[in-house]
């Protein structure tokens, strides 16, 4: 997800979609102990998009 992306979704949006990839990051931790992921780089991509989310929370809320 591209930043402008994030940027043009409403808070509500936002928040859905951090919760969803905070998910999708537990259940990664959870198959990688059980088995070899396919694509280990998902982490990467998944905090980044975590820290994405929430810059553009904190940006929206000071304003």
């Known amino acids: 997800m591209k930043s ?3 940027r043009e979704m409403d808070t509500e949006g936002l928040n859905k979609k ?7 990051l537990f259940n990664l931790r959870l198959r990688k ?3 070899q992921l ?3 780089k998902r982490f990467r991509n998944i905090r980044r998009g975590i820290a994405r989310i929430l810059t553009v929370l ?5 304003n």
């Open 4 to 6: 402008r992306e994030i």
């Open 18 to 24: 951090l919760q969803d990839l905070k998910q999708e």
């Open 33 to 35: 102990n059980v088995e």
């Open 38 to 40: 396919e694509n280990p």
């Open 58 to 62: 904190r940006e929206k809320g000071s």
